[in-house]
């Protein structure tokens, strides 16, 4: 039973540029958030992805975007990179049903990425 | 304020000795609360629910007291392997409510 899959796991960018960070769920979930984590602070909630469409949405610009695709895995944009988007991020997926969460948050080990 | 706060801690305490610590919320609408484990440089991993009867796992026990709303931690006869951050998660009952985590507090037994 595959669990939550990242990739890449590390990422070097320079300021400007833009990232695209792949996220497969665990086997039978359908539903995937994405944190940000830097150092020293708890995950920070930028998105959540159910049925293809933004479901919830943090405090975070327009430069982060996401996407899910029908087979439930899902892609995290950044644009126009700053030094301070440099951090650990993570997917979390879990399962929807009827509104309800049947299943608690699984993680993914991450992308660190680091912005020169 | 936060909508989710802990202390940083770090609680450095030594093998075999209890330890407990708290998680505000701010929230009173909230209904699911978690407690999660991080290891360094690791992703958090599901340490264990919250409910409002409190709940036991071993070594391990969880409280709620909504009326302050705040959520316990307590771990009974510590190891040297439960050093690690705990995060505090609050959530809606809803699949589609946010998700907050709490920045962790840090634990480390000392032998």
Avoid at chain 2, 60 to 85: E, G
Wanted: aromatic residues 12%; contains cysteine.
């Amino acid at each position: 039973d595959a669990g939550v899959t990242q990739s890449p796991t590390h990422l070097i960018k320079t300021r400007g540029q833009q990232v695209t960070l792949r996220c497969s769920p665990k086997s039978g979930h359908d539903t995937v958030s994405w944190y940000q984590q830097a150092l020293g602070q708890g995950p920070q909630f930028i998105f959540q992805y159910y049925e293809e469409e933004e479901r919830q949405r943090g405090n975070f610009p327009d430069r982060f975007s996401g996407h899910q695709f029908p087979n439930y895995s899902s892609e995290l944009n950044v644009n126009a990179l700053l030094l301070g988007d440099s951090a650990l991020y993570l997917c979390a997926s879990s399962l929807t049903a009827q509104g309800q969460a049947l299943e608690k948050l699984f993680f993914g080990s991450g992308t660190q990425l680091s912005v020169l | 304020r936060k909508e989710v706060e802990q202390d940083p801690g770090p609680f450095n305490v030594p093998e075999g000795a209890t330890v407990a610590f708290n998680c505000t919320y701010s929230n009173s609408a909230s209904q699911s609360f978690f407690w999660y484990r991080q290891d360094c440089r690791k992703e958090p991993k599901l340490l264990m629910s919250v409910y409002s009867s409190g709940n036991e796992d071993g070594r391990f026990t969880a409280q709620l007291n909504r009326a302050s709303q705040y959520i316990s931690l307590l771990i009974r006869d510590s190891k040297l392997s439960d050093s690690a951050t705990y995060l505090c998660v609050v959530t809606g009952y809803s699949s589609a409510s946010k998700i907050i985590f709490g920045s962790g507090t840090r634990l480390s037994i000392r032998p």
